[in-house]
């Protein structure tokens, strides 16, 4: 008995018989393709047609002749393949090229501001952003502006300008990871396809500057205030009830000399501190022997020391110790770090001085350390600060103004070097001076911020 074929077989054989069907019936038949190829060569069939016949008529050829070329000549034709060309009824049309990206010039304008720039479409998702946006903010090609950045007035003046308005300007904050300031400007862009540029300036540093400075004249002001209110109060009871009284005038005249000497030091800090500001992008070249200062300066504090109860021992090598450097600035500041050392850790009766070379791996240093009763964590970052006083009565009482530590750093920093401060309660601090090595000096100035830790 015969095995019938499977279903599975059977259309799998009858779909290879019908595959094979349609391309047979798509094969051109031995006669199509010879009435192509002639076809394809009529124009220049009729022009030889044409030139046999002149010929002919001109008695140059006779009529048999002539036939026997054209024959030849049509023969040709049919046997000759051509190049394909496009089918019949088909216009002919160039191959489309791909237009350029309209993005292409403002890609390379973003990159090339040196600001954070975002190109967004009309709906809010960036186009592109330019290397200092996606260093700056945690967005990407095809994020949404208003999922990222959440600020109203920007978002609001975003939507004025993406629905035809002129451009604007924003200013705005972040509070994550830490405060920063910007202005935003949102204009639009004519291109082919509509576009808003945002451009973010950083205010961050210029609206710490304006504080400081704001700061700085308020702190000023107040420091000065004190005493001329205090020399104002006794020039009237001088010239008041005072006026026949020798002691009472003796006593206020001494008073009136301390708060004078108090706003002469004050105003001295002020234009020192000045100076060195206009100094600071200019690095020194002298040539500075840290022992020689260090071992003049223990010289000329004994008798403060003494005075106070303290004694200065000052642990000097051999061999000098050469930096880079302005000698009076660099004898300010130690003169500085030590005098404070023996007024703020008199407790401890004793404050060291030592000098370390320059040695393999690192930079000279000078080491102030007083043994009194320390300073607390939460006032160490802030020792550097204008006007800044762990106890304002102390430091009055000391003669201070506040702005010793502030010109340290600033001298410091011009000759890029740091401080570190290392403090313990009931344990003394030590102020520690760290120049950087000769070698590794940089031709441009350090930014004030990076000097210090």
């Known amino acids: ?224 205030r004190t005493p001329l209110a205090s020399l104002v109060g006794f020039i009237e009871t001088l010239q008041g009830p005072a006026r026949d009284d020798p002691a009472a005038r003796e006593r206020f005249l001494k008073i009136m000399h301390e708060q004078g000497t108090r706003m002469s030091r004050l105003v001295d800090d002020l234009l020192s501190l000045s100076r060195v500001e206009m100094k600071a992008h200019l690095r020194p070249s002298g040539q500075v022997d840290l022992v020689a200062v260090i071992r003049q300066l223990a010289d000329a504090m004994e008798p403060l020391a003494r005075d106070l109860g303290v004694a200065i021992e000052a642990g000097l090598p051999a061999a000098p110790a050469i930096v880079t450097g302005d000698r009076d600035e660099l004898t300010q500041v130690f003169a500085n770090l030590i005098e404070n050392a023996c007024k703020y850790g008199q407790a401890g009766g004793r404050v060291v001085v030592s000098v370390r070379p320059e040695g393999q791996g690192e930079g000279a240093t000078v080491t102030v350390r007083d043994f009194g009763q320390g300073i607390a964590p939460e006032h160490l970052p802030r020792l550097t600060e204008r006007f800044y006083r762990i106890d304002v009565d102390a430091s009055r009482r000391h003669r201070g103004t506040g702005l010793g530590l502030a010109i340290a750093k600033h001298i410091l920093a011009r000759h890029q070097a740091r401080l570190a401060i290392d403090s313990r309660l009931g344990e003394g601090s030590t102020f520690t001076v760290i120049f950087p090595q000769a070698s590794l000096l940089q031709s441009s100035s350090v930014p004030e911020d990076s000097s210090f830790k």
């Not at 010879?34 to 076809?39: K, M």
């Open 1 to 224: 008995m015969a095995r019938r074929p499977s279903a599975r077989r059977f259309w799998a054989g009858n779909g290879m018989a019908i595959a094979n069907a349609e391309r047979t019936d798509q094969r051109p038949s031995r006669a199509s393709l010879v009435g192509r190829r002639v076809g394809g060569l009529r124009w220049i069939l009729l022009a030889a047609t044409v030139l046999l016949l002149i010929a002919t008529v001109a008695g140059a050829m006779s009529p048999l002749a002539a036939i026997l070329v054209f024959a030849g000549l049509l023969v040709a034709a049919a046997v000759v393949p051509v190049a394909a060309g496009p089918a019949a009824g088909t216009p002919l049309r160039a191959e489309p090229v791909a237009p350029p990206s309209p993005d292409a010039g403002l890609t390379r304008l973003a990159e090339a501001l040196p600001d954070p720039c975002f190109i967004l479409d009309r709906r809010g998702l960036v186009r592109h952003a330019n290397a200092l946006a996606l260093a700056a903010f945690p967005i990407r090609v095809g994020d949404s502006l208003t999922a990222r950045l959440r600020v109203p007035d920007l978002l609001a003046a975003f939507e004025r300008v993406a629905a035809g308005g002129p451009p604007e300007r924003v200013e705005f904050a972040e509070r994550v990871p830490t405060e920063r300031w910007f202005a935003a400007w949102l204009a639009p862009l004519k291109t082919a396809t509509p576009a808003i540029a945002l451009i973010l300036d950083d205010l961050s540093e210029r609206r710490r500057t304006e504080k400081i400075r704001v700061d700085f004249v308020a702190n000023a002001s107040h420091e000065l």
